[in-house]
């Protein structure tokens, strides 16, 4: 096994910037789908009423939540078999090629049922790559990071999610501003897909040029060969219960939270609300941007202070604002009082998503970290984070809306019970113990 080169503060940052700019393509290919539902939906699922249009994209929404533990298990192994680096190459590859599937697909009046079931196969595709881009660029950055400062670096794992659902949203508003509403149905959302598929050759291509964790290279270089055949097999995670229990607690309540405020809430204020989709879009993006900010300052807190106070304060405080939240937001009379109400549930989600990835990354040994990371994570997040939206507009169809506050709640409150409960994984952080 070769040694990787020295690595500077230079190079670390450069592999940092890089892996960071296919996380955010990635996800900017992710979120463009739930952008742009609004126009495509009629196209892929003609009649209806709206709601009826929204809930079947919704579904499929959802349904390519049910590849990412697949795509956990299969990149996670790969990752922690043949490197971090080339399964992050591997993972960008696939969402550009479902990005370019989405944006060529007919719509129903020319194929039929043939339109939503390569929609369905699209989004498939990109679920395989997002469940096995998260674990293994979680995993990459917590190794590649310094020990002081793992919180900081790793939060930019959110900073660019958020970056990509802000420029979704960004390519969404200047469409809306160059075309009409009728072209945007017709034709125009075909091209953020198109933008995505190509932003992804460009981050393959910066990809190339990340140097592999020392982690990794070391434990290559220091395990036996019956040692690095189990590296990332089920029956070594299987011997890590508690982490995994943890992971799957701990995640809950934070992807629940996460996706209601910043993928569903854009239909939540049209749809609900009554706001016009354009002004919905502007509190959506205005809100994002100021919460992809803070990722770092939460990230960088729990270096000073730990990971489990941070992730309590959300937990508390996730459980105790949600309903009223919610409850006003439903009533809201303009966009000024929507961002502000949005931006407080954001910077409650902030004590979990700034650290999430480094608190998962440290519950691992390094020769199943990327599969103890993405698996797990991807299970929980297909169950809740990727059914929100259904499960919202199904609440929203049978008349109890509320019923789904009191489901977001309720999920926050049970990871509470899991951050009181873990150790704080700074002061006992499994990537302290590696090969050194």
Same mark, same amino acid.
């Given at each position: 096994?070769?040694?990787?080169?020295?690595?500077?503060?230079?190079?670390?940052?450069?592999?940092?910037?890089? %892996?960071?700019? /296919?996380?955010?393509?990635?996800? #900017?290919?992710?979120?463009?789908?739930?952008?742009?539902?609004?126009?495509?939906?009629?196209?892929?699922?003609?009649?209806?009423?709206?709601?009826?249009?929204?809930?079947?994209?919704?579904?499929?929404?959802?349904?390519?939540?049910?590849?990412?533990?697949?795509?956990?298990?299969? @990149?996670?192994?790969? $990752?922690?078999?043949?490197?971090?680096?080339?399964? @992050?190459?591997?993972?960008?590859?696939?969402?550009?090629?479902?990005?370019?599937?989405?944006?060529?697909?007919? /719509?129903?009046?020319?194929?039929?049922?043939?339109?939503?079931?390569? @929609? +369905?196969? *699209?989004?498939?595709?990109?679920?395989?790559?997002? /469940?096995?881009? &998260?674990?293994?660029? $979680?995993?990459?950055?917590?190794?590649?990071?310094?020990?002081?400062?793992?919180?900081?670096?790793?939060?930019?794992?959110?900073?660019?999610?958020?970056?990509?659902? @802000?420029?979704?949203?960004?390519?969404?508003?200047?469409?809306?501003?160059?075309?009409?509403?009728?072209?945007?149905?017709?034709?125009?959302?075909?091209?953020?897909?198109?933008?995505?598929?190509?932003?992804?050759?460009?981050?393959?291509?910066?990809?190339?040029?990340?140097?592999?964790?020392?982690?990794?290279?070391?434990?290559?270089?220091?395990?036996?060969?019956?040692?690095?055949?189990?590296?990332?097999?089920?029956?070594?995670?299987?011997?890590?219960?508690?982490?995994?229990?943890?992971? +799957?607690?701990?995640?809950?309540?934070?992807?629940?939270?996460?996706?209601?405020?910043?993928? &569903?809430?854009?239909?939540?204020?049209?749809?609900?609300?009554?706001?016009?989709?354009?002004? *919905?879009?502007?509190?959506?993006?205005?809100?994002?941007?100021?919460?992809?900010?803070?990722?770092?300052?939460?990230?960088?807190?729990?270096?000073?202070? /730990?990971?489990?106070?941070?992730?309590?304060?959300?937990?508390?405080?996730?459980?105790?604002?949600?309903?009223?939240?919610?409850?006003?937001?439903?009533?809201?009379?303009? *966009?000024?009082? $929507?961002?502000?109400?949005?931006?407080?549930?954001?910077?409650?989600?902030?004590? &979990?998503? *700034?650290?999430?990835?480094?608190?998962?990354?440290?519950?691992?040994?390094?020769?199943?970290?990327?599969?103890?990371?993405?698996?797990? #994570?991807?299970?929980?997040?297909?169950?809740?984070?990727?059914?929100?939206?259904?499960?919202?507009?199904?609440?929203?169809?049978?008349?109890?809306?509320? %019923?789904?506050?009191? #489901?977001?709640?309720?999920?926050?409150?049970?990871?509470?019970?899991?951050?009181?409960?873990?150790?704080?994984?700074?002061?006992?952080?499994?990537?302290?113990?590696?090969?050194?």
């Amino acid at each position: 096994m070769a040694v990787t080169r020295e690595l500077t503060p230079a190079r670390r940052l450069r592999s940092i910037f890089s %892996g960071s700019v /296919g996380n955010l393509v990635e996800w #900017y290919d992710w979120y463009v789908y739930a952008a742009f539902s609004l126009y495509f939906a009629e196209v892929f699922f003609p009649g209806g009423d709206r709601t009826s249009q929204l809930l079947k994209t919704a579904a499929i929404f959802a349904v390519g939540f049910l590849m990412r533990p697949l795509g956990g298990w299969l @990149l996670g192994r790969y $990752a922690d078999r043949h490197g971090r680096k080339a399964a @992050l190459l591997l993972s960008v590859w696939m969402m550009c090629s479902g990005s370019l599937l989405i944006a060529l697909t007919p /719509g129903y009046a020319s194929i039929g049922i043939a339109a939503p079931v390569l @929609l +369905v196969l *699209a989004r498939l595709l990109q679920g395989l790559s997002v /469940g096995g881009e &998260y674990g293994t660029s $979680a995993t990459y950055l917590s190794e590649m990071a310094s020990r002081e400062h793992r919180g900081f670096w790793s939060s930019f794992q959110y900073v660019t999610l958020v970056m990509g659902h @802000l420029l979704a949203l960004g390519v969404l508003l200047a469409l809306q501003a160059l075309l009409d509403a009728e072209q945007l149905r017709a034709w125009g959302w075909r091209i953020p897909f198109a933008i995505g598929a190509l932003a992804a050759l460009v981050a393959m291509w910066l990809r190339r040029t990340m140097l592999e964790t020392e982690s990794f290279v070391r434990s290559e270089a220091d395990g036996s060969p019956a040692h690095q055949r189990r590296q990332g097999t089920l029956r070594l995670l299987l011997r890590h219960p508690r982490a995994l229990l943890s992971v +799957v607690g701990l995640t809950m309540g934070g992807t629940l939270a996460f996706y209601t405020y910043t993928t &569903y809430v854009h239909k939540f204020l049209v749809n609900s609300a009554g706001l016009p989709s354009e002004s *919905a879009a502007r509190v959506n993006a205005g809100t994002l941007f100021v919460y992809m900010l803070l990722q770092p300052l939460v990230g960088a807190l729990s270096d000073r202070v /730990g990971r489990r106070p941070v992730l309590i304060a959300f937990g508390v405080l996730g459980t105790l604002l949600t309903v009223p939240i919610l409850d006003r937001l439903q009533d809201v009379q303009t *966009a000024g009082e $929507a961002f502000w109400l949005v931006l407080l549930a954001l910077v409650v989600v902030s004590g &979990y998503t *700034a650290i999430n990835a480094v608190v998962k990354a440290e519950l691992f040994p390094v020769e199943i970290r990327a599969l103890g990371v993405g698996l797990p #994570y991807a299970l929980t997040v297909a169950i809740f984070g990727g059914s929100a939206e259904y499960i919202a507009l199904w609440f929203k169809q049978h008349g109890i809306e509320r %019923g789904f506050y009191w #489901y977001v709640t309720a999920c926050i409150a049970c990871s509470l019970l899991v951050y009181l409960w873990m150790p704080d994984t700074r002061r006992h952080s499994r990537i302290d113990e590696d090969p050194a």
